[in-house]
């Protein structure tokens, strides 16, 4: 297992984080699994014995409930390992139950760490953007919890390029703790994190944790082309996490997926996973299963490395177009970029 620095903070975690929205199966959560006590410690003794030393969850994962088990899990480990969690979405039906305002962030952090049975935080994620609270009160809230040892790092998720620039420029302006690290969707069935959010994190030093990384199960190799959608799938429970703008490219990089995967006599899933965790700003990739054997099986790819060749593959199935300006800066501009911008527009500059 490698071990990266997340972001320029001192902190440094796991390439591959167990996540554990599975936990618990309350509510629409059901739909992405139901793991219990007993599951959910066996996964992480999985886990720990692979060598992750980070764990997320949310506040909002099955109503408190993926919290509750996980601390329930975790208790008498070793204080090395790592927990995240995030808030910002409703937990209740006060007017007061959601957003990022000062009130609610610091309920919700006091709340989880209840749950968590825990005396601090590791990493605080904004789950999502708030456009109605001003950004130096959740700043100033963040920074309040991280004095008084209630997290030790803060983090946003979900946010726009714009957001996070917003973000940085308000905790350096205000001299608060600025946030090291942010959550997204990344896979190769949606690149558009290559836009703003990558280029931003090479630029501004922020660790990159990544959700989703196989698209909700729909780059296991199991949804192909012609062929009925597996059972006990996600897309069958009707969850609607991420959206699927054009399934005939979403097929031709299955088909990738597999190929490679039988070239090297790994699954598909481990293919795919192992392209984003060597993908340039990424620091760890948000891993979880419903089954113990499909959690097996993603922990394997902490082992794999894809060749040049392979990458590039990849990288042409599922590469995003370019659009405005970045197409106008591959053409015109591609004597002065820096990294941060070759990220996107290198293998256009390189194939023009």
Not at 82 to 103: C, E, H, I, P
Not at 279 to 292: K, L, Q
Request: aromatic fraction near 6%; charge should be neutral; hydrophobic fraction near 40%.
């Amino acid at each position: 297992m490698q071990y990266r620095q997340l972001g320029r903070s001192g902190l440094r975690v796991s390439v591959f984080t167990l996540g554990t929205m599975t936990f618990g199966g309350k509510g629409a959560f059901a739909k992405t699994g139901s793991t219990d006590l007993t599951g959910a410690k066996r996964q992480i003794d999985m886990c720990i014995s692979a060598g992750i030393n980070m764990f997320d969850t949310a506040d909002v994962y099955s109503s408190g409930v993926s919290e509750e088990i996980l601390g329930e899990a975790l208790k008498s480990r070793s204080q090395e390992i790592l927990v995240g969690t995030k808030a910002r979405f409703r937990m209740g039906a006060g007017q007061n139950d959601a957003g990022s305002s000062r009130y609610h962030i610091v309920s919700a952090c006091e709340a989880s760490l209840r749950r968590l049975g825990r005396d601090h935080i590791d990493l605080y994620y904004l789950h999502e953007w708030d456009g109605q609270t001003p950004l130096d009160e959740t700043l100033e809230a963040l920074d309040t919890l991280t004095r008084a040892g209630k997290i030790r790092y803060a983090g946003v998720s979900n946010f726009s390029g714009w957001h996070i620039m917003k973000a940085l420029g308000t905790a350096e302006r205000n001299r608060l703790i600025a946030p090291v690290s942010q959550q997204i969707y990344y896979s190769l069935q949606a690149r558009e994190a290559e836009y703003e959010l990558l280029p931003l994190a090479l630029d501004q030093g922020l660790g990159v944790q990544v959700w989703s990384p196989m698209a909700g199960g729909l780059l296991s190799g199991k949804h192909r082309r012609g062929k009925p959608e597996p059972e006990g799938t996600r897309q069958l429970a009707q969850w609607n996490e991420p959206p699927v703008h054009d399934i005939e490219k979403l097929y031709d990089v299955v088909e990738v997926l597999v190929a490679i995967g039988a070239e090297r006599g790994v699954s598909a899933a481990q293919v795919a996973l192992a392209w984003v965790a060597h993908r340039p700003a990424i620091t760890s990739v948000v891993i979880g299963a419903r089954t113990d054997a499909q959690l097996a099986d993603n922990l394997k790819a902490a082992e794999l490395a894809l060749s040049t060749e392979e990458m590039a593959r990849l990288d042409a199935a599922s590469a995003p177009p370019l659009l405005y300006p970045y197409w106008h800066q591959a053409s015109t501009a591609s004597d002065r970029l820096s990294a941060a911008d070759l990220l996107l527009l290198g293998p256009s500059i390189k194939t023009a």
